[in-house]
Every structure is written in C-alpha cells, then in structure tokens.
C-alpha cells in the first residue's frame, strides 16, 4: 500500500534535537510505506528554488537514523524566510502548490518555531482554498520554549540542560580565584527567560547556582541592578549573575542597545540582540572596580549536542512520529503539542492542537515562578523543568571527536 | 614507615584535569604511607595566610578519588600570586617555611604553568641556602601548552578535545544557514597558538575543520586578512575563521588593544585579553556588509570537565602520582615532564627536569607546522595533538548534571 510522498523543512534558529524529529517524520513515514521522503534544503526558501533531497540517499541504515540522532543544527540546512501572506503573493503559493503536486507531496512537514508555524498556518489555509489534499503538520523546535500551547517544546530540555551544566563549570571557575569578581553569564531567550531561568537547575547539593537571574520578562534597572550585586557581594567575593539577551529597560529598550550593532534586524524583522553581558561586565567595573567578565554562552546553547538530554532527544523523535501519525490519519493545519499527565513521576502525552492557536504568540515564564523582586526563580520552575534534563546520549565519538551525519560539510 | 606531611597548592588558570593531578599527588602520598596531606587553599597566597585543608577530609573514599578527577576548576582554590625574589622578600620566604617547618612539611607539590614552576624554583632555591630537606617538585597544568621541556602539558588534551567538538558543531551552525556570513572563533593563548591550532582538529571525513586557522606566532595584518577571507568566500557561502586572542600586528601589539579595557593586567603582569572576535567580526561587518559573528569560546576551555580527554586525565593523574615517586627517591627543584616514545601506537614516558630549564620559559608553536602564508595547521601538528584528545571519561551525572566535588559551593 501507497501513501504518497513526503515534504520535510526545518526553518529558524537550530537546536541540538532538531534532526531527531526529521528522523521520527522520517522512520514513521517509511516505516508506514510512504514512497519517496523528501527534504527541502533551507527550508521553505530552498523549496522554492526546487533544492530539495531524497532523505534515503542519506539515511540508509538505522545506525544513520542514531547517528542523525547526535548530529547539531538543522541536518537539511535551515532559513529564516518569512511567507508573506498569501493575497499578497499568490504567485509564490502558487509555486509552492506546483512543485509539491508535481512531486507528489501528500504530507508536508515543517520542524521550527513561531515563525514557522505561521507558513503551515497559511499553507494549510491556501490548501483548503484551492481543494488541495496535501496535509501540513507543525513539528515544535525552539530552544526557547515560548510556543503556547504546549507543555514544553523539544530543543529547551538539552539547552537548559547544557546551559545548567556550564554554568556550574563557570560557577567553580570563578570562585575559585581568591580575588573579588563578578560575572555576568549571558544567556539566549529575546522576550521568554526559559533558558536563562534554566541556570537555577544549577542549585544543588554541591553548587550554590548563580547569586542573581534576571529575565526579560522583568524591567531591568541598572541601579537596582549594582545594588542587588553590592547585597550578594557582602556573602560572597565572586558573584555569579545570569541575565538574559533579551533584558529591557523601563522605556522598553533592549539592555544591549546601549551597545552599537543593535540596528541589525533579521529576515523575520526582529532586532539581532547579544553584548547585553558584555555592556554590562563594563558597566559593572566602572561601578566596582574590580574584575567583572561578560560570558556569552553563543550559539552553542542550540547546537551542542555533546551534551543532550535524553529525554528531549527521544520527545524530539515521538513529536515527528506523531507528526507523521497525525498526518497519516488525516490531520492538517495542527502542531504536535505535549500534555503533561504527572510530575512524579514525569510523564507526558502528544496531542494536536490548531495551528491558529499557535502561531505567532509566545508563552513567557509565568510572573509567580520569578521570585526575590525579579532576581530569582522559584522551585515550581525547577520541578518544571528538572524532568526535561534528564539522562544523556552520547555522541559517537570518533578519533576523539563527536562524528554528525552530513549533507554538506 | 612514615615519610613527613605532604603539602599540595594549585596556582594559575584551572583546567579540567588539574584535580586529577592533585588526587594523583595524594593517593601515591597516601599510599606511601605519608602521614598528614595538606592541601593549601588559593596556593602560595593562602598558604602565607595560613589557610590549609587536611584533604583527608574531603577525599574519604576511592568514589571520592574519581569525582575529583571529573571535578573541573582547582579544587583547592587558585591564585595569581607572583612569588618575590628571596632577595627582595625575605620575609616571605621565612614566613613560607617557618609554616612549612611547623606542619612537619618533608614534600611540597605545586600544580601549575610557567609562573608557578617560578615558585617552585624560588623555594628549592631557598631551600638549598637554608638547609631545609623539603623537597620542592612542579606539577605541570596548563592549557596552553607552552612549557619547555615536556611533549605537552596535561591539561592541554581535554581543552583541546573541546575546542575541536565545539568548532564541529560551530560550523555545522553556521552553515546551515544559506545567507552570507563570516564567523570568527576566539580561543585563548596569549603568546602560543597551541589551542587555536586545536581547531585544525576538527577537519575530519565530516568537517572541512574552519577554513582559516590564525596564531599569536605570526604577524597579524588586517588587510591580509579581509583578503584571505574574501579568497574563502568565493568557495563557500559561510566563512568560519579561528583566531587566538592573542594575535598582533606588526607594532607588537594585541588586535583586541583596538578596543578597550586592554591596560589592565593580572597579578602576573600580563595584559588581561579579550574581545579580538568581536573586534574583528565588527570590522569585517563594515567591509563586508554581510552577516559576521563574533564568538568566544570563553573559561569554558578550561573548565568544561563535561568534555574531557580520558588519555589527560590519565595523564594529569600520572604526572601527579610520579611527582610523589620524584620526592621519595629525594628529586627537588624539578618538575614532571612527558617525553613521547612513539606516536603509532602513542607512547609516553615521564622523566623529571631541572626546573630552571623551564621556569618563566614559553614554548611556542614551531613556525614549520604553521603554513599557507601563516593561515593554517599542517598535518604534522594534527598527528602530534590527535593522540592526546583520545577516548572519553564520562561525568557522574546526578539529577541530569554533572556531579563535582567540593569544599566551598
């Protein structure tokens, strides 16, 4: 039995799990009997100019699928092409359709975040126009965590997990010299502090975390800012500060603006952040005086993948293969959602959910988990969030190294 | 039988294995029958202070032994403290040994670089003078790499192993995007390139590794450079160039001197370095006009125990272990050194050396191994530094992070 070809993108900033939801689309598709399994190169801007791949060149056996399993950042290369609606560019939909009909694409997956749910929103609404039977399914992927509608998204358990894991490493970095410090520790997230509250997973029974979180979700002043830092300074000679990119002031400007570079806007129209760590260390020495270092965790928040959970990485899969199931039984214009059933222990379901109710929004961390007048977590967050940590899955490491799985080197 | 105290310091930068050299250091002492095994807190500096662990406290069981080993940052503390000239402080070093002589010291072990095989030399120096039958013996440590006299330093294999792995997934980051960009990778060393040679490693059957490769040992010239990427530009859409933070132009002085913050200096005397990526991702952004990326690989070179090198720490261990053998058989004023008997299959011996060959010398990248026109690594520095980030050692992981040992959180 026949169920027609299969159409994958992956689109917008990568995570270290991205690739395991292209081969849970992928396994359960050709597990299901579906013909030829393709992958846009670039997503959406790729299909367009007709790049796309025949994933079983690629991956051929099931030690490809664990190997594809460990490889970082998007496998068939991603974009951040913003569809524009389709009244105002009916020839680019048209397009679209053409080349999809002509390869005979039946299920049409796309791996991202906001953004990207936005183009399954308004493929899968010019599909129904124009009687198309082809099924467009959102697979969630942000290490940001800020798609409604779901408990949590895959991507945000293995960068908390990294970003809790380096913090502790540069926590005992800094206090071990004996000098008076403070470090700033910058973290990913513009608007939603999920990973830069993700640092509070580092409290534990031998590490005391970072002394002060501030996440955007909070107006960020600069005096009560120093003020807060000369309170913890009192306790302890190195101090450990987590903030955000994304944190703004009172007149709702980025931190970092206060640095040049800040012009610089993405495809998707939003402000390329980052020096908020920076700015501030400098800040901080002209305020203290002594040793103050910015430390900017960079892109390797989405792309380590020498160190995943486990557990996003197996979640990552289940939300292609139920991508794939959903899809198969009929559904289009849905995202894979999770539902979580029990803390203790941890267990959660998938679930579709219509894209409309998705696209375009963003879920912040919640007012009543940022505690201590905005400069903490509390532990509702880190019950949240513990569960999605746990466990690893090693690369396989070869003449010393993690090996990935390629299209182009 | 007993054989005297033992004191152990750890001084300079951390690294990721410096904790195994310490517990090599303390389980041959213990195992020798040495009776008491200080460990002094924040080096020579804490120990003028008076400030000593017994580590007997803290180290209590075989499980403890290899926490330690996975444990990054120096467990005792560190300092940057630059020990005076007997001549020009008396004092001090009558201070240092009235301490030592009243702790019924016989063996005195320090773990460090270049600076710190400068105390060892001061005090066995002083030691001779005074009749005093300590026995004073260098423990190399240091990422750098940049000793005299020693195939490599431990240390060195695990932050190289990370800057590979880390450049790996860098690079498929930043190709996986289709727009123009040009990311420049910051790795430390001052005055040695060892580290930045580090990402040569990355070039494998699944990476073309980044596409130039610049050391503090050659002349940095800025329109060289623009044209050498602009060379790498024709052939690939995503430029990844790794610097260290301390290459130079022609006047001798640091690229990141272009910005700020540059006078200050650590208790060494060295200038503190730092912003030379994002300096010259902000220079390249003017001459290009396209996307560049500044990304610093920051203290988690020398503290990602996450990441480590099995044969290093292996090492790091030994150094330690015959460190101690050193003293029994009555050696002072030397430090361990690796001596390479064979590179296939890698073999190493350790030997003891006169620690003023050695002291206050830096060993450097030899200008042979750096080639096309000072912008790459040659295969002779891939075949020497391949074997030291072999095979893995993985982190005790507890509630999904890794698990330290500890005395202060």
Chains 1, 2 share one sequence.
């Not at 993108?9 to 399994?37: E, H, Y």
């Not at 358990?157 to 894991?165: D, L, M, T, V």
């Not at 894209?355 to 509390?378: H, L, M």
Request: glycine fraction near 8%; hydrophobic fraction near 40%; charge should be negative.
């Amino acid at each position: 039995m026949s169920y027609g070809n299969v159409m994958i993108g992956q689109s917008g900033g990568p995570t270290s799990v991205i690739n395991a939801s292209l081969v849970g689309v992928f396994k359960t598709a050709r597990d299901a009997g579906c013909k030829t399994i393709y992958g846009m190169r670039n997503g959406i801007e790729g299909l367009l100019q007709e790049r796309f791949v025949d994933l079983s060149d690629y991956i051929k056996s099931d030690l490809d699928i664990e190997l594809l399993k460990r490889t970082p950042s998007s496998f068939l290369g991603t974009c951040r092409y913003k569809l524009p609606h389709a009244d105002k560019a009916p020839d680019t939909y048209a397009r679209i359709f053409e080349i999809l009909h002509k390869l005979e694409i039946k299920y049409f997956f796309y791996i991202g975040g906001n953004d990207s749910m936005d183009t399954i929103m308004q493929l899968s609404e010019f599909a129904k126009k124009v009687n198309s039977d082809i099924r467009f399914i959102g697979v969630p992927k942000t290490i940001d965590n800020d798609l409604a509608c779901t408990d949590h998204t895959p991507g945000f358990g293995s960068a908390a997990k990294y970003i809790a894991s380096v913090m502790k490493e540069i926590i005992r970095d800094a206090k071990s010299f004996p000098s008076d410090s403070i470090t700033v520790v910058e973290v990913m997230g513009r608007n939603a502090g999920w990973l830069t509250a993700a640092t509070a997973l580092a409290r534990s029974e031998d590490c005391n975390g970072p002394d002060l979180i501030y996440l955007p979700e909070t107006v960020f002043d600069f005096d009560k800012f120093v003020e807060q830092i000369r309170e913890k300074k009192k306790h302890t000679h190195a101090v450990i500060v987590a903030v955000s990119e994304g944190v703004k002031t009172a007149d709702g400007k980025y931190v970092c603006e206060a640095n040049k570079n800040t012009n610089i806007v993405d495809s998707f129209g939003h402000k390329v952040l980052g020096g908020t760590a920076l700015y501030l260390a400098d800040a901080l020495a002209d305020e203290f005086g002594f040793k103050c270092r910015g430390i900017v965790l960079t892109t390797l928040q989405r792309c380590a993948s020498h160190l995943v959970s486990r557990r996003d990485i197996t979640e990552a899969f289940m939300a292609g293969a139920d991508a794939m199931h959903a899809a198969l039984r009929g559904e289009t214009g849905k995202m894979i959602v999770f539902k979580r059933i029990s803390d203790h222990p941890y267990s959660i379901v998938t679930d579709v959910m219509d894209i409309r109710e998705i696209a375009n929004k963003e879920k912040c961390v919640p007012a009543e988990w940022i505690i201590n007048d905005g400069t903490y977590i509390s532990t509702e967050f880190c019950n949240y969030a513990r569960p999605l940590i746990i466990g690893e899955l090693d690369p396989f490491m070869v003449d010393g190294l993690p090996r990935h799985l390629f299209i182009d080197k």
